[in-house]
Antibody
Framework: QVNLLQSGAALVKPGASVKLSCKAS????????IHWVKQSHGKSLEWIGY????????NYNEKFKSKATLTVDKSTNTAYMELSRLTSEDSATYYC???????????WGQGVMVTVSS | DIQMTQSPASLSASLEEIVTITCQAS??????LAWYQQKPGKSPQLLIY???SLADGVPSRFSGSRSGTQYSLKISRLQVEDPGIYYC?????????FGAGTKLELK
């Protein structure tokens, strides 16, 4: 069965960076994009971007282009998202989610809460 | 960016009642529309994709429809496990965008 296991919650200081991980299992990792989605507390969902695990090609939401960097490690079936220059606006739950052959997301990680605080 | 206008923002309904949630796309997105259910503290779960196709394991009381650029999610007979927040997603073009969500509660 498909599973996306995300790293644990993070408490980080303003101005710092954090790298989140998403380990995929139960399917061929390189066959489907991995997308990342942000959900601020009590708010809706925002698409951050996706990475093609096979080629490493990325496509970012313009809003997150200077904030997020997506990478993968094919040897461990793991996708990563690094968030830089963190502010309180970046405090949120972040999800990785598996794309499909058409553009929707079928399986989601459990989410990781990032709290930016001094 | 394509805007997805979702309504209502919240609704309260009784068991066995019919519930309808809509999303209006700001431009043609064809059938590139999915619906998700999110429960407190949980990840979104796929209900409908391709505007009308039921995802695996989703009860048949859920259905999706399309009329032009308006999309609807219908719950034919509300059950006790159905409350949560429902979101639409357009997968037609990046940046992919979600509706603001509809909070569904049991009356």
């Amino acid at each position: 069965q498909v599973n996306l296991l995300q790293s644990g919650a993070a408490l980080v200081k303003p101005g710092a960076s954090v790298k989140l991980s998403c380990k995929a299992s139960g399917y061929t990792f390189t066959d489907y994009y991995i997308h990342w989605v942000k959900q601020s507390h009590g708010k809706s969902l925002e698409w951050i971007g996706y990475i093609n695990p096979n080629s490493g090609y990325t496509n970012y939401n313009e809003k997150f282009k200077s904030k997020a960097t997506l990478t993968v490690d094919k040897s461990t079936n793991t996708a990563y998202m690094e968030l830089s220059r963190l502010t309180s606006e970046d405090s949120a739950t972040y999800y990785c989610t598996k794309g499909t052959t058409t553009d929707y997301f079928d399986y989601w990680g459990q989410g990781v809460m990032v709290t930016v605080s001094s | 960016d394509i805007q997805m206008t979702q309504s209502p923002a919240s609704l309260s309904a009784s068991l066995e009642e019919i519930v309808t949630i809509t999303c209006q796309a700001s431009q043609d997105i064809g059938n590139w529309l999915a619906w998700y259910q999110q429960k407190p503290g949980k990840s979104p779960q796929l209900l409908i994709y391709g505007a009308t196709s039921l995802a695996d394991g989703v009860p048949s009381r859920f259905s999706g429809s399309r009329s032009g650029t308006q999309y609807s999610l219908k719950i034919s007979r509300l059950q006790v496990e159905d409350p949560g927040i429902y979101y639409c997603l357009q997968g037609y073009s990046a940046p992919y965008t979600f509706g603001a969500g509809t909070k569904l509660e049991l009356k």
